[in-house]
């Protein structure tokens, strides 16, 4: 390696593990990020559904008839209190009872609502004497690799990529243009791009670290496997990186503040937060949107993340995220070497 | 190297002219600097001191002029250029968590030759704090530091922005020491500054520079005798008028006149004449002097004989 990048590089590293603040946010708080997440939907097993009843005539029938059925918490409620706590969320269905039998009121799009009115209703409808032609029984499956925790491992992964990357690189960008640092490179025979790659190496050490930290965490903790090679999941790791670093010196290649800079990181990175399946599926959203989201970066990471880790894809099944990702890194790349402003 | 003809010019500059918008920064300056001579650009904050050396060192484009350093453009030859010339910017913030050794060795790294890393540390007497973090260091050190990392290329040629505003007496001399090591060795310097003192003990020559243009150019000593003088006589008065502004210039010995109503000076070659003339005429009028001072004539006095306002108030 040439002497002024490798230099260049050390001075990366060194910025960075001088900064405690800023280990702590790349490899300390995933790992935090991880611990509640999967404790708050793995441990918790089936939940209650929370229902009230409005106090009436024949409400009593109804508490007795709900009180006993597993996983329903169900309480009386005068008018005013049923509609408090259906506004609030602390109930997802209020029973109204009526002289011809029962009225079901609900927000049928809050979180739940659906469960809550099927398990309520089917608890009635026993009680009152309904016979089930069916017979029906439930087989638990926890296998490893579909759990919400198999899921949001690779999320993670990506997730961090993408804040390293930006944050990272764009809030030192912006201040070394702030004390007119950039300046005074420009003023030596230093070159241009090794200025830029310098960011991207500098991320390739600490990426290793990185996500070794959160897989190994992973799997002490919640026991969650690699099927898939390591060499690919680093492969993605790397591509991650690249892109995201590059992102960095992108949005960093004009800004002159760091509050300005701030915004604009923001409108980067909070749509791919919500869209590209970090913490929750992108098949939620409209069909039609998945072309789209598809096409974010952070997506094809972390599907990719997810095949290699859960399913054990190879390289080949995961060409077109790796295609993806490169188009990015490259006009990324190739736009903030263009756009760059060194004053 | 590239020294076409073996002229002796580091730097030539004809016509330069820098537009911010409406704001005319350097507004057709000529400067002619020879290779191995300390050049210093004097003037007040706001004269287009800086804006004219970052132009002459490549990194602001001019609207109109041409540049020739060391006989080279930087249109054709920047390459070269950056690798011949050394340059201290105005307040630049170092990396704060990189040690003085560290910051010098990156630096240095930029060049395909220079002097080793210790050796730039002793040239800069920074050698105590040669592990220390950046962020530790006093103004003084910082502003060595920063002239370290201009002299990690051997370069021909050095470029100084106001190089010891804001520093200590102790730390000023220890960097003007620098420059004259530097200068000593065989180096070309160019300067800006807004102190006299500094301007006149560093510099072989100057060009005194007031809203973008050079309105004096010639070596210190040149300069304070083109005032035709070499002495200021100040006073002012604790009552009564003082005489009209000819008869004060008609007093004998006397080369320039200003006041401003309250305090006066007058530019003198021979104080010993001026002096007892300039009393007797006060006390003819009855007026008593609440001052009386006189001093060497200096580049401040020049600057204030053309332009009317103090350097430092300019």
Not at chain 1, 288 to 316: C, F, K, M, S
Not at chain 2, 55 to 69: K, Q
Not at chain 2, 97 to 114: D, Q, W
Not at chain 2, 277 to 302: F, N, P, Y
Request: proline content about 4%.
């Amino acid at each position: 390696m040439r002497s002024s990048l490798w230099q260049l590089t050390l001075t990366r590293l060194r910025e960075f593990v001088r900064e405690p603040e800023a280990v702590f946010w790349t490899f300390v708080f995933p790992i935090v990020l991880a611990l509640l997440l999967g404790f708050a939907f793995s441990s918790r097993g089936d939940q209650d559904v929370h229902v009230g009843v409005r106090d009436g005539a024949g409400a009593a029938a109804v508490v007795a008839a709900l009180e006993d059925v597993a996983g329903v918490r169900v309480r009386l409620l005068d008018e005013e209190e049923s509609a408090a706590a259906l506004r609030r969320g602390r109930v997802a269905l209020v029973v109204v009872p009526g002289a011809a039998g029962v009225t079901y009121r609900q927000d049928p799009t809050a979180p739940g609502a659906r469960e809550a009115r099927l398990v309520v209703d089917d608890a009635l409808q026993r009680g009152a004497g309904r016979r089930d032609p069916v017979r029906a029984s439930l087989e638990r499956v926890e296998e490893r690799g579909s759990r919400y925790i198999d899921f949001l491992i690779p999320g993670l992964i990506g997730l961090n990529l993408l804040s390293t990357g930006l944050w990272g690189v764009g809030y030192t960008v912006v201040r070394m243009r702030a004390g007119h640092l950039l300046k005074r490179y420009m003023a030596t025979p230093m070159r241009r791009w090794e200025f830029m790659a310098s960011f991207l190496l500098g991320r390739l050490v600490f990426l290793a670290v990185e996500i070794a930290a959160i897989l190994l965490f992973a799997r002490l903790v919640f026991g969650v496997e690699v099927r898939g090679s390591l060499a690919l999941v680093a492969a993605f790791g790397v591509l991650g990186a690249i892109v995201f670093t590059s992102f960095g010196l992108l949005v960093a290649s004009r800004a002159r503040t760091t509050e300005g800079i701030a915004g604009i990181m923001n409108l980067v990175a909070v749509p791919m937060w919500i869209l590209s399946g970090v913490f929750f599926s992108y098949e939620r959203f409209p069909e039609w949107t998945h072309g789209a989201i598809r096409a974010l970066p952070l997506t094809p990471l972390v599907d990719g993340l997810r095949a290699v880790i859960n399913e054990g894809a190879t390289a080949l099944d995961t060409a077109p995220a790796i295609a993806v990702l490169g188009a990015w890194g490259l006009v990324a790349f190739g736009s903030s070497m263009l756009l760059f402003r060194w004053r | 190297m590239r020294n076409p003809g073996g002229s002796a010019a580091a730097v030539r500059c004809r016509g330069l002219v820098k537009r911010y918008g409406e704001l005319v920064a350097v507004d057709g300056l000529d400067l002619d600097v020879a290779a191995g001579e300390c050049f210093g650009l004097l003037g007040p904050n706001g004269a287009g001191k800086t804006t004219t050396v970052e132009v002459l060192e490549g990194l602001l484009e001019p609207d109109e002029g041409e540049i020739e350093i060391l006989g080279m453009r930087w249109s054709s030859h920047e390459r070269e250029l950056r690798r011949s010339i050394g340059i201290q910017l105005q307040d630049t913030r170092l990396p704060e968590k990189l040690t003085v050794a560290e910051t010098i060795r990156l630096f240095r790294s930029f060049y395909p030759e220079g002097p080793d890393v210790d050796d730039v540390i002793t040239r800069v007497q920074l050698q105590e704090k040669r592990d220390v973090w950046v962020r530790k260091l006093s103004g003084g050190q910082r502003q060595r530091l920063a002239v370290a990392c201009a002299l990690v290329g051997s370069p021909r040629i050095l470029f100084l922005d106001e190089p010891t505003t804001g520093l200590d007496p102790q730390s000023r001399r220890a960097l003007w020491g620098l420059v004259e090591g530097f200068r000593g060795a065989g180096g070309t310097v160019v300067l800006t500054t807004h102190y006299m003192d500094e301007a006149a003990r560093l510099c072989d020559r100057l060009a005194i520079i007031d809203h973008g243009r050079v309105i004096a150019q010639g070596s210190p000593h040149d300069l304070v005798a083109s005032l035709g003088a070499e002495q200021v006589v100040e006073f002012s008065l604790a009552s009564g008028e003082a005489p009209p502004e000819h008869e004060l210039a008609a007093l004998p010995g006397v080369s320039g006149v200003r006041g401003n109503g309250d305090s006066w000076a007058l530019t003198v070659h021979a104080v010993h004449v001026t002096v007892p003339a300039l009393l007797a005429r006060l006390a003819r009028e009855g007026s008593d002097l609440a001052r009386l001072a006189t001093h060497d004539a200096t580049l401040e006095d020049v600057f204030v004989h053309l332009t009317g306002r103090s350097l430092r108030d300019a």
